[in-house]
């Protein structure tokens, strides 16, 4: 998965509690992203982060937020979840340069709000 | 509003069949399109499209980009049962901070 982990793999938590998923990665790249997959719309821009402390929003940023304090982390925050939020979360990385339009994609975190 | 439809949502095939997946875009200030396969994890790419009419191969697939009529088409040839997977396409646009919007995704189903 192009040196990128996620976890948890899986989670399952309450409606109203916070949840961070983290995606780590060994690459050195500049971008990270965050998508979430639901059934029928493929993937959506959550977050993104073009450099360390450099964040902006996707098209489906509310009720996320996300930080980035170090080049290989990039930290996704559901400050208090709801069940709308149940999806698959995928982070992403791309590299800069020519081939700086290729994301390549974590394992995915499956989590469930219940 | 930038959009991408793929189409068709499902196709079910025999191994050995061709397949032909379509993804029509309207997107300002084009720059990219990119096609994923999506089995049951994560998206792994297969191919970038910048320039139109250059086609992209890799093996038994192919892929081919209309910038006037505003299409792409992926082509799988010789099918195998490996082959089933979702489908992406996804396009980047100028200025978007290399924000990719992707289709809803073709499910391919290869059949033995």
């Known amino acids: 998965d192009a040196g990128i982990t996620q976890s948890p793999r899986h989670k399952v938590t309450e409606t109203g509690t916070p949840v961070t998923l983290r995606c780590h990665q060994t690459?050195?790249?500049?971008?990270m992203y965050w998508y979430r997959q639901d059934p029928g719309h493929g993937l959506r821009l959550i977050h993104y982060?073009?450099?360390?402390?450099?964040?902006d929003k996707g098209e489906v940023s509310d009720g996320y937020s996300v930080s980035r304090s170090k080049t290989e982390d990039f930290l996704l925050t559901l400050e208090s979840a709801t069940s709308s939020q149940t999806s698959v979360y995928f982070c992403?990385?791309?590299?800069?340069?020519?081939?700086?339009?290729?994301?390549?994609f974590g394992a995915g975190t499956r989590l469930s709000v219940l | 509003e930038d959009k991408v439809v793929q189409s068709p949502l499902s196709l079910v095939v025999h191994e050995g069949d061709t397949v032909t997946l379509n993804c029509s875009y309207e997107v300002t200030n084009f720059r990219s399109l990119l096609w994923y396969k999506q089995e049951k994890k994560a998206p792994t790419f297969l191919f970038m499209l910048?320039?139109?009419?250059i086609e992209k191969k890799s093996g038994r697939l192919s892929s081919i980009l209309d910038k006037k009529e505003l299409f792409s088409i992926l082509n799988i040839t010789a099918t195998q049962t490996g082959d089933s997977a979702v489908y992406l396409c996804?396009?980047?646009?100028?200025?978007?901070?290399?924000?990719?919007?992707f289709g809803s995704g073709t499910q391919l189903t290869v059949l033995p």
């Open positions: 992403a990385i791309s590299e800069d340069g020519n081939r700086g339009n290729i994301q390549y």
């Open positions: 996804a396009f980047i646009s100028s200025g978007s901070a290399r924000q990719l919007t």
């Open positions: 690459e050195n790249h500049r971008y």
């Open positions: 982060s073009y450099g360390v402390k450099d964040t």
């Open positions: 910048t320039s139109s009419g």
